[in-house]
């Protein structure tokens, strides 16, 4: 099992900025991937933004040129810096992992953190 501890969320005005932080422990050295998802009320979860342990990087579209994810793997966190924030950016950010397990892949989610983005 992997324990994912979220903090950074809270407040802020269109075109601020939030940095989210993740921090894993229990079998960190069978994740292969971390990463952000979002779900804003009635939508589904969406992928925000990942990074493997190879250091590829994906983003959503709606988010590139503004959130930018790093990783310090001595400290087992996964960092995403928001700027540019905008209201469509309202949703409960949440921190996800993928790990390897003999041939089977898995999921693990923290536990969400708010993000709220004003007019």
């Known amino acids: 099992q992997v324990q994912l501890v979220e903090s950074g969320g809270g407040l802020v005005q269109t075109g601020g900025s939030l940095r989210l932080s993740c921090a894993a422990s229990?079998?960190?050295?069978?994740?292969?991937?971390m990463g952000w998802y979002r779900q804003a009320p009635g939508n589904q979860r969406e992928l925000v933004a990942g990074?493997?342990?190879?250091?590829?990087?994906d983003y959503a579209d709606s988010v590139k040129g503004r959130f930018t994810i790093s990783r310090d793997s001595a400290k087992n966190t996964v960092y995403l810096q928001m700027n540019g924030l905008k209201p469509e950016d309202t949703a409960v950010y949440y921190c996800?992992?993928?790990?390897?397990?003999?041939?089977?892949?898995?999921?693990?989610w923290g536990q969400g953190t708010q993000v709220t983005v004003s007019t």
């Open positions: 996800h992992t993928k790990t390897t397990g003999g041939l089977q892949l898995y999921d693990h």
């Open positions: 990074i493997t342990t190879h250091g590829d990087i």
């Open positions: 229990g079998r960190i050295h069978a994740i292969i991937a």
